[in-house]
Each structure stands twice: as C-alpha cells, then as structure tokens.
Nanobody, 125 residues
C-alpha cells in the first residue's frame, strides 16, 4: 500500500506563484508514475501533469504547459508542482496521485491507484 499527502495550497493573487508538494509513504519503491490532477467546483477532475520513471517522462496539460513544472525527488519520495503565472482559472482542489504502472502519458485519472486528500489552491483576480 502507498499513501500520499499533499502540502502547500493556499491563496495567491493572479500572476503569482505557489508550490505544492506530495509526500509518499508505504511501499514507495513500487511507485512508477505520479501525477497532479485538479478539480474546480462543479467540474470534472482534470489532468495537470505527470512524471514517470525510470526515464522521468513528463507530460503537461495544455492549460498549464509553460507555467507549471512537475518534478520528483525519489530519495525523499516527494513529488512537486511549481506553479507560476497563476490565473483565476487555476483555482481548484489539487490532488496528488500515484500508481505502480509506468504510464506513457499519465493523463487518465482511472489509471492511478493512490490518491491524496487534496489541497485547495485559490487564485484571486
């Protein structure tokens, strides 16, 4: 089993930056792909970014490409999401997800086995 917990949400003005982290525990050696998803009120959960190993293939949604950066530190079992140039439409609950599978794109939420509780990100205009 794997547990993931997100940290770092909060309130920021449009144009600002925020960093999220996700700490994994348990059988972390079995994790191959990790990702970030988000869900705004009244909307479906949306893919944000993913990263897999061993090659650290990274994938971003078009809506965040060029503004967000995903990374992972395997020695600390931690996933990160650096969010720059934030927009009000980035407001959502952000979720960390993990799976034992090596996903090529990692954009389908159904492919993930483990989820965090989510952390709120609010971008004011």
């Amino acid at each position: 089993q794997v547990q993931v917990v997100e940290f770092g949400g909060g309130l920021v003005q449009a144009g600002g930056s925020l960093a999220l982290s996700c700490a994994a525990s348990g059988q972390t050696s079995t994790i191959n792909t990790m990702g970030w998803f988000r869900q705004a009120p009244g909307q479906d959960r949306e893919f944000v970014a993913s990263i897999n190993r061993p090659r650290d293939r990274i994938n971003y949604s078009n809506s965040v490409k060029g503004r967000f950066t995903i990374s992972r530190d395997n020695t600390k079992n931690t996933l990160y999401l650096q969010m720059n140039t934030l927009k009000p439409e980035d407001t959502a609950v952000y979720y960390c997800a993990a799976t034992t599978r090596v996903l090529h794109m990692g954009s389908n939420s159904e492919d993930y086995d483990y989820w965090g509780q989510g952390t709120q990100v609010t971008v004011s205009s």
